[in-house]
């Protein structure tokens, strides 16, 4: 039987480092995209370009969690023919952080192998997800992390691996490292989906509030707790996040220009 491969994609957050924009940063436009023949372009919000990787990789359905007020992030891709996907969108008050998120998507992703990115970060490599579900498959790995060179470390999750490829271990923001790589995309099976539901799970206990995660501390858990964690270099440029002011202008520099 073929494997069936889900986009998920969180774009709940409230981009408060970019503050104030009149639009979700998810839709901020950066370089264009070619209509038709090519011969006419338009802008290219930055969220296309996750998901054009993902299309690329032979993936014709994604999942967006957005909140409540993020409104003009289906507007703008609507049912998902634009990029030849089908788009469903999952409603979310606002979370904790990017893990309770994503775990809303539980009813619609469990039995699914999981793509993931997150919207807001431009990287170098069309062949992501095609390298990430080759990898899972041939090693029959829990998790397989796509990675970039990491210019901040301080800042980043950063990932030690052995000589074969396996991840021993995620070092969340190190001050000082010797690790060289971060991670930004993943494709993971129902043994991480269910990992996740667990791990919040047993984390929130019976707390007043949840704790502020990342995608990071969840996958740093599942690796100690002996998930199969793979790796693959996807490009020797780091990724760029814009959602920061700094990231942004960055963003603007390396992709603002089309082919």
């Not at 990017?98 to 775990?103: R, V």
């Not at 690796?223 to 964690?229: A, D, K, M, P, V």
Request: net charge negative; with cysteine.
């Amino acid at each position: 039987m073929d494997r069936v491969v889900v986009g998920l994609i969180p774009a709940a957050g409230h981009a408060t480092r970019l503050a104030p924009l009149p639009f979700s940063k998810e839709l901020y436009p950066i370089g264009s995209r070619r209509l038709g023949d090519g011969t006419e372009r338009r802008p290219k919000a930055v969220c296309h370009y996750l998901l054009e990787k993902m299309r690329l990789a032979d993936i014709t359905r994604a999942y967006l969690v957005i909140r409540e007020g993020k409104w003009d992030i289906p507007a703008y891709l609507r049912d998902g023919s634009m990029l030849d996907m089908h788009f469903g969108y999952i409603v979310v008050e606002s979370t904790a952080g990017p893990p309770y998120t994503l775990d809303r998507a539980y009813p619609f992703v469990r039995d699914a192998i999981v793509a993931f990115g997150f919207p807001d970060i431009l990287f170098d490599g069309d062949d992501a997800f095609r390298s990430l579900l080759s990898l899972q498959a041939r090693r029959d790995a829990d998790i397989v992390l796509g990675l970039f060179p990491g210019d901040r470390p301080d800042r980043m999750d950063m990932v030690e691996v052995d000589g074969e490829g396996r991840v021993t271990d995620l070092v969340i923001q190190p001050r000082q490292t010797r690790l060289e790589y971060s991670w930004d995309v993943a494709v993971w099976t129902p043994v991480f989906t269910e990992f996740l539901r667990r791990y919040l799970t047993e984390t929130v206990g019976s707390a007043a509030q949840p704790p502020t995660l990342s995608v990071g501390h969840v996958i740093q858990a599942a690796i100690r707790r002996g998930l199969q964690t793979e790796a693959v270099i996807i490009s020797n440029l780091p990724y760029c996040d814009i959602g920061t002011p700094e990231g942004l202008n960055t963003a603007m520099r390396r992709f603002a220009f089309p082919d």
